[in-house]
């Protein structure tokens, strides 16, 4: 397995919107725009800053994960991700050292990125994503 980076750091938000605002005004990074992921239940912002990026999370739903991300914690980091050069052969490294999985494939997430999760009994507490983009 090749992990080429830290892709992005995902952000727990209660309101997509008004969050943007620190980014933006404050921080004077450019959004990619919001897109929703049904699949996943929520409307994100993607902010490049380097080679890497910063994703806020709204959810879409009261039941969605980053709705009850928020209940539990409050709003904060949520995963952190980190970009693979190829994910299908990642998770099977990973499986076939008997790293506990929450996707055991991978599935789509936002911009058309391969994605899977990582279980954080695995990763001393971290939800890590792990991400391939063409
Ligand atoms: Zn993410």
Redesign the pocket.
Known sequence: MKVLKV??V?IAVKNLEESMKFYEEVLGLKSEGTEVVEEQKVK?AFFPVGDSEI?L?ESTSPDGPIARFIEKNGEGIQ?V?LRVDNIEGALEELKAQGIRLIDEKPRY??GGAK?AFLHPKATNGVLL?I?ERE
């Open positions: 892709d992005h995902g994100v994703e999370l995963h991700a997430g936002a994605i994503e991400s």
